[in-house]
């Protein structure tokens, strides 16, 4: 295990919007690290908090103690053929956990569309991806390691601490660090994508049918424009006639050069002259083209991201979809904001995890972006004004400003995931002000 002090390192996230200057800084190469990490902290009156890839856009991982690395906990440790389920330590990227399940001949049934982020953060800030008849990445989960707050080790399942499981699933990092995660995969599967653009208001009409009839549904809609770039994604047995991969020349001209390479053009002029945004939007919505094409499940969901933005996501009643969006639109189209970037729509079932953003509902997710050279704030708030008239649930790893007092009545088992709070870690060892602030002191 290595540490570093406070001068030798400071913290920031991904998008550049979160920092934090520990104590000191802990690389823990295994599970005896962990414990070692979390008793000295806590012989010492420090708070820790875990780190994986720094995706979250809240400062769920930011503190004052001791920052803990979970870098070199990553890979597959045990594969149970039979029954699909996959022991990955918690560091693991989900960019090399998804290939190596496909050696493997498995899969997660369904992913987001960002792949960079660690297994254990994924899954404790509820990352989900699209399907009216799927669930997020925690719905997989089936076993966890934790470290607790005085440094013994648990092992939690529906059938094990039950109560802790249920809570873990997605834990915030608020009861303990987790090490190491039991997946339950599906074989290896296809999808045949195929993406086009289209007009937003007939789609908005008939967009539960379409969310329906496909099994993984999502649309992006261009502020300031009446244009969406619509994704249907289908599994395809083995033998099916659909179309194979991009030739590797419109993979990297659409998702290198026009993607990244241009959209950060696009998004560094909106920002120097954010008069033209408009225009530019009008230009970048009608330059979409469709496509279509069939291969790995993970290859499909997920894009590389270069472009660096801040994101607020909530998750609605499914029924709501429509009025939310055209509530912002029509807020968009009153307000002079510069608005470069897409709003993501997506469809999850209901789940049963304790503190799912679609825990208990069938849910409609709507996300707002910002390039992170921009203002975003009082388009945030707009849109959390709106999504608040629906029982809007924020993402757990995505900018908000609820608080306790206003998550408590949005989700039925708050108060239980507490009190597993309250029993394994009754001294707050691992607190920050994100989650007194969500959870309570």
């Not at 960079?116 to 009216?132: D, N």
């Not at 499981?165 to 045949?192: I, K, M, N, S």
């Not at 970037?341 to 997506?346: D, K, M």
């Amino acid at each position: 295990m290595r540490w570093t002090g406070r001068s030798e390192q400071e913290w920031r996230n991904w998008a550049g919007n979160q920092s934090a200057s520990p104590v000191q800084v802990a690389q823990a190469r295994d599970l005896d690290d962990v414990s070692l990490v979390v008793r000295s902290a806590a012989d010492r009156g420090l708070r820790v908090r875990p780190v994986g890839a720094g995706h979250s856009f809240t400062a769920a991982a930011v503190t004052d103690g001791v920052l803990l690395r979970l870098d070199h906990l990553s890979g597959i440790t045990a594969i149970d053929a039979a029954t699909k389920r996959v022991r990955v330590l918690a560091g693991t990227r989900l960019h090399q956990l998804n290939p190596a399940l496909q050696e493997a001949g498995l899969a997660l049934p369904n992913l987001g569309d960002i792949d960079r982020q660690a297994l254990a953060g994924a899954i404790a800030t509820g990352t989900h991806g699209t399907g009216t008849r799927l669930h997020g990445i925690a719905s997989a989960v089936t076993g966890l390691t934790l470290v607790l707050a005085d440094g013994t080790v648990l092992e939690c399942s529906a059938q094990r601490h039950t109560d802790v499981f249920e809570a873990a699933r997605v834990g915030l990092g608020a009861l303990g660090v987790v090490t190491e995660v039991e997946l339950q995969c599906v074989p290896a599967f296809r999808l045949h994508a195929v993406e086009r653009p289209e007009p937003l208001l007939p789609l908005l009409e008939r967009v539960q049918e379409e969310a329906d009839a496909h099994d993984h549904f999502e649309l992006y809609w261009f502020p300031h424009t009446d244009r969406t770039m619509t994704k249907r994604n289908n599994r395809v047995e083995e033998g099916a006639a659909v179309p194979g991969p991009l030739p590797a020349w419109r993979a990297w001209v659409d998702d290198e050069l026009m993607a990244n390479g241009l959209f950060e053009q696009v998004n560094r002029a909106a920002a120097r002259w954010p008069a033209t945004v408009p225009t530019m939007a009008q230009v970048t919505g009608r330059a979409q083209t469709a496509r279509e094409f069939t291969d790995v499940s993970w290859r499909v969901f997920c894009s590389r991201r270069a472009v660096r933005f801040v994101e607020s996501e909530y998750a609605v009643p499914r029924a709501a979809v429509r009025d939310v969006v055209l509530a912002l639109k029509e807020w968009v189209d009153r307000h002079d904001e510069a608005l470069p970037f897409p709003v993501e729509v997506r469809f999850l079932a209901a789940d049963d995890v304790w503190l799912s953003t679609s825990h208990g509902r069938d849910t409609a997710y709507v996300a707002v972006h910002q390039y992170h050279r921009m203002e975003y704030a009082r388009y945030f708030a707009a849109f959390e004004a709106i999504v608040a008239e629906h029982a809007g649930r924020p993402h757990w790893g995505k900018l908000h400003t609820l608080d306790a007092e206003r998550l408590r009545p949005l989700y039925p088992r708050f108060e239980d995931f507490l009190a597993v709070r309250r029993k394994l870690d009754p001294t707050g060892v691992f607190g920050n002000a994100y989650l007194e602030r969500v959870l309570g002191s």
